[in-house]
C-alpha cells in the first residue's frame, strides 16, 4: 500500500469517528431541549392553573361563597355581577396555545368541587397532574 493510499484510509476512518461522535452529542442534546421544553410548559400549566385559582377566588368573594359548579370554571362564567370578566386574558394551554379549559389532555386543568372546597389540578406532559390549588 502507498503512502499516499494509506493516508486516504485513515482520513476516512477518522472522518468516520468524527461524524459518529458529532451524532452521539446531537442525540445527547436533543434529548435534553425536549426535556426542559417540557418543563417549561408544565410552569406555564402552573402558572395558568394558579391564575384560574385567583381569579376563582375573587369570584367566590363577589358573589358570596358560591364556587362555580364542576364542568363550568372558565373565563365565562367567571364574571361579576355587570357581566364583566374578572379574567382579561384566560391562560394559554403551551401545548396548543388555545385557551386553557376543564379538560383530561396535557396543559388542561380539572376542576372538583365537594362539600364547600373545591380542587383545581393542571396537567402536564404525561397528561397526569402535575398542581393543585388550593
Same mark, same amino acid.
Given at each position: ?47 395558568g392553573v394558579y391564575f384560574v385559582e385567583l381569579a376563582r377566588a375573587v369570584s367566590d368573594v363577589d358573589h358570596r361563597d358560591t364556587k362555580p359548579v364542576a364542568g363550568t370554571l372558565s373565563a365565562a362564567t367567571l364574571i361579576d355581577d355587570?357581566?364583566?370578566? +374578572? %379574567?382579561? !386574558? ?5 401545548? @396548543? ?5 376543564? &379538560?383530561?389532555?396535557?396543559?388542561? +386543568? %380539572?376542576? !372538583? ?5 373545591? @380542587? ?5 406532559? &404525561? ?8
Open positions: 500500500m502507498t503512502l499516499a493510499r494509506l493516508t486516504a484510509v485513515f482520513s476516512l476512518i477518522g472522518f468516520l469517528n468524527v461524524v459518529i461522535i458529532v451524532g452521539i452529542l446531537a442525540s445527547i442534546a436533543i434529548t435534553m431541549f425536549v426535556r426542559q421544553r417540557n418543563q417549561l410548559k408544565d410552569g406555564d400549566v402552573k402558572g355587570a357581566s364583566v370578566s +374578572y %379574567v382579561e !386574558a384566560w391562560p394559554e394551554n403551551p401545548w @396548543t396555545h388555545l385557551d386553557m379549559v376543564e &379538560g383530561t389532555s396535557r396543559g388542561d +386543568y %380539572v376542576y !372538583a368541587r365537594a362539600a364547600g372546597s373545591f @380542587t383545581i389540578a393542571g396537567l402536564g406532559a &404525561g397528561g397526569t397532574p402535575i398542581f393543585s390549588a388550593p
